[in-house]
């Protein structure tokens, strides 16, 4: 079992930034990928960003070129770094981490809000 704590989620003007936080509850050098998720009210939980463990990013059209996301192996923690924010950014903001193979895994944190609102 993994436990995936988020943090760093709140209210932000458009064009502010954040910068969201997960620590896993165990090693990440060696996990397949972790990821952001976003979920807005009334729609369908959305990929935001994906790290591999060889470090090869991926982001949503949506985010690219504002939302930068990174690992600490050290600290066994992933960041998402958000800037240039808009009202569409809005949601709860989930992270995710995949372990396999040969067996395959997947975790969720609980959950974070950001807002962006003047």
């Known amino acids: 079992q993994v436990q995936l704590v988020e943090s760093g989620g709140g209210l932000v003007q458009p064009g502010g930034s954040l910068r969201l936080s997960c620590a896993a509850s165990?090693?990440?050098?060696?996990?397949?990928?972790m990821g952001w998720y976003r979920q807005a009210p009334g729609k369908q939980r959305e990929l935001v960003a994906r790290?591999?463990?060889?470090?090869?990013?991926s982001y949503a059209d949506s985010v690219k070129g504002r939302f930068t996301i990174s690992r600490d192996n050290a600290k066994n923690t992933v960041y998402l770094q958000m800037n240039s924010l808009n009202p569409e950014d809005t949601a709860v903001y989930y992270c995710?981490?995949?372990?396999?193979?040969?067996?395959?895994?997947?975790?969720w944190g609980q959950g974070t809000q950001v807002t962006v609102s003047s």
């Open positions: 165990r090693n990440i050098a060696n996990i397949n990928s």
């Open positions: 995710n981490l995949v372990q396999g193979p040969p067996s395959w895994q997947a975790y």
């Open positions: 790290i591999t463990r060889g470090s090869t990013t």
